[in-house]
């Protein structure tokens, strides 16, 4: 592996050792490679109260896909790699964690959003997500706004509000206004 100067090893140990020293020696980051099948499951079976809280984890698995990235953040993964990464992806994932972030491999990612990319092919219209431009126009008319103020403010016709409006209340499944509103606060796509 690479090295890099800002990074100094504190130990070498197996995977169970590891995650019983890592209170001892307070690292930044642990990187662990889960080199089975058992060091996976012990590793991504651990709940928020059995994650170490005083390392962000690092982990390496032979398959990223195989992996749902909840069951991985809940264990306190803050990065995870296939086997095969590069010493610089390494230290890159390693860096990021340390910062606070949490870099997961496209790979984890594909598995971890496939099911919500199906149902949401597979689903009514209710279901599709918001265009940027669709959540700009449901904040306007959380603030009140009528369709000639929001297309003055927007430069966009009348008609074009209108479309955005009803593209709005069939993706929420809104009958109306209020409705569009209330379920905009809901879902996270406005804040209160």
Known sequence: MATDAALTLVGSFSLRDALAR?????PD???LDAASAAD???LFSLDAEDAPASAALVVLIDDAGNLAAPDALRAGVRALLPRRATAEEIVA????????????HPAALDAAFAP???????????????????????RMIADGLGNKQIASQ?????????FHIASVFAKLGAANRAEAVAIGVRRGLLMV
Request: glycine fraction near 6%; hydrophobic fraction near 50%.
């Open 22 to 26: 890592l209170e001892e020696l307070q």
């Open 40 to 42: 996976e499951a012990m």
């Open 93 to 104: 994932a390693i860096q990021a964690a340390a910062a606070g972030l949490v870099a997961f």
């Open 29 to 31: 980051v642990a990187l």
């Open 116 to 138: 919500i990319a199906s149902e949401e092919a597979d689903g009514d219209p209710s279901d599709r997500i918001l265009t940027p431009r669709e959540i700009e126009v449901l």
């Open 154 to 162: 927007l430069g966009i016709s009348d008609h074009t509000v209108k």
